[in-house]
C-alpha cells in the first residue's frame, strides 16, 4: 500500500500547498494593483529610460508606482494600455499616428481626437524627435559614394539587417522598399544586436533611431530621407485618460517633464547606458536631479549575477513556473484519465491540447492580454498554464492505457469497483510516468517564463530582455545561467521526490 499512499499524499496536499500560495499571491497582487500608477516601456534602450524618468517623476510627487519595462513592441503596449494593464508609456508620434490610428497627421490634436475613442490621450512633447533612418557603414558608403536612400536601389547586394518591428510596420519598410524601390531582401535582427553584426561585417545596412548613441561609435553614416518617408517622431507621453483624476498630482509632475529633453541629451543618456553600463535607475534619478545617483557600472559579471534584483527575479520565477504547474496538474490529470477512459474523447483531447502547445508563446500573451484585461502575472500564468497541458496529459494518458490487462483482470476478479480500481491499482502503477510528465512540463516552464517578461511579469526573462536591448553579454548570461541552474534544481527534485511518491517494486519496472 506504500504506492498507493504516496500517490494520495503527491496529489492531494502536494498540490494544495502549490495552488493556496498562487492564489493568495494573486489576491494581494491584485489588490496593490488598483492604487498603483502603472508605467510601462518598449524593448530598447530609450524607452527604458524614459519610462523610469517617468515613473520617478511620479513617485517623488507621492504615487505609488509600478514600472513594467522591456514590455515588447507597440502592439503589446497599446493593448497594455487599452485594458488597463498599464497607465502610461512613452511613445513618438509618428509611430502612434502610422502605427496605431493610421493617419499621416502627426499633431497633437488629431492624434487625441483619434485616440479618445479607445479612453486614451497624449500629452508632454518631450523636446526630441527620434526619428527612424537607414545608417550604412562608412568605408561603404564612402567606396559607393552613397550619402541618401535613394542611392541604395543600385546595391542590389548591400545586406540588409533591420528590426522584426520595422520590418512590419506601416511606417517601416513594406512602405520605405515600395517608395524607393529597394531590391534587398533584409534578414531580421534585434536592433541592439544589428550594431554588432553590422560592425562584424556580416551585414551592410541596418535601421537606426536618431538618438542612438552607437551611431558615432561604430562608424555609421546616417542617410538622408531624400523622399521624406518617415514622418516626425516626436518623444511623447500615451495614457489612459482617468489618470489625470486618480493621480492629480503625479500627472501634473508628469507633464511637466515638457520640453526638458533635447536630442543630445537623449543621446547622452543612451550612451551611459549601452557604453558606460550605467542602470537605467540612476539614470533617471541623475537627470531628475538626484546628486546621489551612481554613473559606474554594476560591477561585472558577479554583480549582475548576484545583484539586488536576483531575490525578487527569483521569486517571480518560481510562482511562475510552479503555480502555473500546479493548476495544470489538477486539470490536466483528470483530462488524462478521460482520455485513457474514452477513445473518441481522448482524440478530442490530446489534439486540442496539442494544439496549445504550437501557438507561438509571445502571440499567446497578446491575445490574453485584452482577454483578461490586464498584463504581468495573470496571463503569464494562464500561458504557462496552458503550455503546461501536454505533457501531464499525454504521460497520463499513456500511464493508463500502458497498464497490462491481466492486472486490471485481477482487480475485476478482486470485486473493486471502477473508482477503487483507479485510486488504489491503476494510478499507482501509473505514478511513475504521469510524474515524468510534470517534470517535463515543469522543467519546459522554467525556460518558457522566461518570455513572460515582455509583459511585465518579471522573472530570470526581464534580465534576458533587458540584456538583448542593451547587447549585454554579462547580463544575458545572469538571466540565462539562473534560468538553466533552476532548471537543473527541478529536474533533480523530480527524480527525488519518486522515491516517495512511486512504490519500490514499481521503480524497479522498465
Not at 73 to 101: C, M, S
Request: glycine share 12%.
Amino acid at each position: 500500500m506504500n504506492g498507493p499512499r504516496a500517490f494520495h499524499r503527491f496529489s492531494l496536499r502536494g498540490l494544495l500547498l502549490g495552488v493556496l500560495p498562487c492564489w493568495l499571491a494573486f489576491c494581494g497582487g491584485g489588490l496593490a494593483w488598483a492604487d498603483e500608477l502603472k508605467v510601462g516601456s518598449k524593448r530598447f534602450t530609450e524607452s527604458y529610460i524614459l519610462g523610469e524618468i517617468v515613473a520617478q517623476t511620479a513617485a517623488r510627487a507621492g504615487a505609488a508606482v509600478t514600472h513594467r519595462p522591456g514590455m515588447g513592441n507597440t502592439a503589446v503596449l497599446f493593448e497594455a494600455l487599452k485594458a488597463g494593464g498599464i497607465d502610461v508609456y512613452p511613445d513618438y508620434t509618428g509611430t502612434i499616428a502610422r502605427q496605431l490610428l493610421r493617419t499621416e497627421a502627426t499633431d497633437l490634436e488629431t492624434l487625441n481626437r483619434g485616440l479618445s475613442e479607445f479612453g486614451l490621450g497624449v500629452a508632454a512633447k518631450l523636446g526630441f524627435n527620434n526619428t527612424y533612418a537607414l545608417a550604412l557603414r562608412e568605408t561603404a558608403a564612402q567606396r559607393l559614394g552613397i550619402a541618401a536612400i535613394s542611392g541604395l536601389a543600385g546595391h542590389a547586394e548591400l545586406r540588409f539587417g533591420l528590426g522584426h518591428e520595422f520590418m512590419e510596420r506601416n511606417d517601416g519598410w513594406p512602405g520605405l522598399r515600395e517608395l524607393y524601390a529597394l531590391p534587398q531582401t533584409p534578414a531580421g535582427l534585434d536592433h541592439g544586436l544589428a550594431y554588432e553584426a553590422i560592425a562584424a561585417g556580416q551585414i551592410d545596412v541596418m535601421d537606426i533611431y536618431s538618438t542612438d548613441a552607437k551611431i558615432g561609435r561604430y562608424a555609421l553614416r546616417v542617410l538622408e530621407d531624400d523622399k521624406r518617408y518617415f514622418p516626425e517622431y516626436e518623444a511623447v507621453l500615451v495614457y489612459r485618460l482617468d489618470v489625470v483624476q486618480r493621480f492629480p498630482q503625479a500627472w501634473q509632475a508628469i507633464t511637466g517633464l515638457q520640453s526638458r529633453i533635447d536630442a543630445q541629451a537623449m543621446i547622452a543618456m543612451n550612451a551611459r547606458a549601452e557604453l558606460d553600463g550605467v542602470a537605467f535607475a540612476d539614470i533617471a534619478a541623475g537627470f531628475l536631479g538626484d546628486s546621489q545617483a551612481r554613473e559606474t557600472g554594476s560591477g561585472g559579471f558577479l554583480g549582475k549575477l548576484f545583484g539586488p534584483d536576483f531575490w525578487r527575479l527569483t521569486g517571480q520565477h518560481l510562482l511562475l513556473v510552479f503555480g502555473s504547474l500546479a493548476a495544470a496538474v489538477v486539470v490536466a490529470i483528470p483530462l488524462g484519465i478521460w482520455a485513457a477512459r474514452s477513445e473518441a474523447a481522448g482524440q478530442v483531447i490530446l489534439s486540442i491540447v496539442g494544439v496549445i502547445q504550437t501557438i507561438p508563446a509571445l502571440a499567446l500573451l497578446v491575445f490574453l492580454i485584452p482577454l483578461l484585461g490586464r498584463i504581468g502575472t495573470l496571463p503569464a500564468l494562464v500561458a504557462l498554464f496552458l503550455y503546461s497541458l501536454l505533457p501531464v496529459v499525454r504521460n497520463t494518458h499513456s500511464g493508463l492505457t500502458g497498464i497490462e490487462p491481466s492486472l486490471r483482470e485481477s482487480a475485476l476478479a478482486l470485486g473493486l469497483p471502477g473508482f477503487a480500481r483507479l485510486w488504489r491499482i491503476e494510478l499507482p502503477l501509473a505514478a511513475r510516468t504521469i510524474l515524468a510528465g510534470i517534470k517535463t512540463s515543469a522543467v519546459i516552464n522554467v525556460g518558457t517564463a522566461t518570455i513572460a517578461a515582455f509583459i511585465g511579469a518579471g522573472g530570470y526573462g526581464e534580465r534576458l530582455v533587458t540584456g538583448l536591448a542593451l547587447n549585454d553579454h554579462a547580463l544575458l548570461l545572469a538571466g540565462a545561467i539562473p534560468a538553466a541552474a533552476l532548471a537543473l534544481l527541478v529536474q533533480w527534485s523530480f527524480d527525488l521526490s519518486e522515491r516517495r511518491v512511486v512504490a519500490d517494486g514499481l521503480r524497479d519496472v522498465r
